[in-house]
C-alpha cells in the first residue's frame, strides 16, 4: 500500500463511514417515524440545551487547566489561553480524521509555547489513556449494574453469528493475527511502537511525579461528572426521555463516549449507538434517535464554533508584532 493511497484513505474512510451510518439511521427508520424525529427535534427545550452546552464547554476548559499541571511539571509554563485554544482545535481535528488532534495539539505548543513536539505529545497520550482508563471502568460498571440485561442479549448474538458465520470468523481472525505478527517484525513498526511507548513512558511519569497530583485528579473528576451532567441534562430537552434513569442514562453515555471514541467524534454512529442502548429500556426508535442526534449535534456544533475560531485566534492572540 502506497503512502499516498494510505493517506487519501485516512482521509476519506472516516467521514465515508459516517455518511454509511446516517445512512443506516434513514433506512431502518419509516417516514411516519422520521417525521417524529423531526417533531421531537423542534419542540426540544432550548434551556436544557443551553445550560449543557454550557458545561460543556466548562469541561473543555477544566480539560485545558488540567493540562498545565503536566507541562508545569515539566517545567513549561505556557499561557492557558493556549492550552484552551490548542484543546478546542484538537476536537476540531479529530472530526475529520480520528486521533489526528492529538498530533496537532502537540504541534500547536511546539509552535507557539516552544516545547518540544514529543514531550508535548507524550502529556497528550498520557491523558488519552487516563481518560480511557475511566472510560473502561464505567463500561465495567455498567456491566455489572446491567447484566441481567446484557447477559442474554449477548449470548443470544454470540451463539447467532458464530452459527451463521463460523467459518468466516475463523478467517478473519487468523488474517487479523497475520496482518499484526506481520507489522509488528517491520524494523520500521517497532520502531513506532517503541517510540510511542516512550512517549506514554514519560507523560506517565510527569503524572506521577507533578506536585499537584491531588489538583489533577480533581480536574479529571469535574471533567467526567460534566459529560455525564450534559447528558443527563440533555434528557429533559425531549418529552419522552426526561423519564429515563440515571442508570439507563449512564448506560447510554458508555456507548455513545465509546462510538466518539473509536470514531472521528461519532459522526453517524453515535445516535445509532445511543437509540441502541435506549432500545434496552423500553424507549422507541424515533425519540432515542432524537435524542441522540440532538445531543450529537449540540456538542459537534460547541466544537465546529470554538474550534474554527481557535484556528483563527491562535496566530492573532500569539502575535509578537
Excluded at 39 to 45: D, F, H, I
Excluded at 139 to 152: G, N, S, V
Excluded at 196 to 221: C, D, P, Q, R, W
Amino acid at each position: 500500500m502506497s503512502n499516498s493511497f494510505k493517506r487519501i484513505f485516512y482521509k476519506t474512510a472516516p467521514p465515508l463511514a459516517g455518511l454509511f451510518f446516517i445512512y443506516l439511521s434513514f433506512y431502518y427508520t419509516s417516514q411516519a417515524e422520521r417525521n417524529e424525529i423531526y417533531r421531537s427535534l423542534k419542540e426540544a427545550k432550548v434551556e436544557y440545551i443551553f445550560l449543557s452546552i454550557l458545561l460543556g464547554i466548562i469541561s473543555f476548559l477544566s480539560r485545558a487547566y488540567r493540562w498545565n499541571y503536566m507541562l508545569n511539571s515539566m517545567g513549561y509554563y505556557p499561557k492557558l489561553i493556549n492550552n484552551v485554544l490548542a484543546v478546542f482545535v484538537t476536537y476540531l481535528a479529530n472530526l475529520g480524521i480520528p486521533r489526528s488532534g492529538e498530533i496537532l495539539r502537540a504541534s500547536v505548543m511546539q509552535s507557539y509555547e516552544s516545547i518540544p513536539f514529543n514531550k508535548g505529545f507524550g502529556t497528550v497520550i498520557a491523558e488519552r489513556l487516563v481518560d480511557l482508563i475511566i472510560l473502561f471502568s464505567l463500561i465495567f460498571l455498567c456491566l455489572f449494574l446491567e447484566t441481567d440485561a446484557f447477559l442474554p442479549f449477548v449470548k443470544q448474538k454470540i451463539n447467532l453469528y458464530t452459527k451463521k458465520y463460523h467459518l468466516l470468523l475463523l478467517v478473519l481472525i487468523f488474517s487479523l493475527l497475520v496482518f499484526i505478527i506481520a507489522k509488528v517484525f517491520k524494523d520500521r513498526m517497532i520502531k513506532k511502537i517503541s517510540s510511542l511507548l516512550n512517549e506514554i513512558s514519560v507523560g506517565f511519569i510527569t503524572i506521577l511525579k507533578m506536585k499537584n497530583k491531588i489538583y489533577y485528579v480533581a480536574h479529571t473528576i469535574l471533567i467526567w461528572t460534566t459529560y455525564i451532567l450534559v447528558f443527563y441534562i440533555m434528557k429533559f430537552s425531549l418529552n419522552g426521555t426526561e423519564i429515563l434513569e440515571f442508570k439507563a442514562l449512564l448506560v447510554s453515555f458508555v456507548f455513545g463516549a465509546i462510538s466518539i471514541t473509536t470514531t472521528n467524534g461519532g459522526v453517524g454512529v453515535y445516535p445509532l449507538s445511543i437509540s441502541v442502548a435506549l432500545g434496552f429500556y423500553g424507549i422507541p426508535l424515533e425519540t432515542s434517535l432524537a435524542f441522540g442526534w440532538l445531543t450529537w449535534s449540540v456538542q459537534t456544533i460547541v466544537i465546529l464554533f470554538f474550534g474554527v475560531l481557535s484556528f483563527f485566534l491562535l496566530p492573532i492572540v500569539n502575535n509578537k508584532g
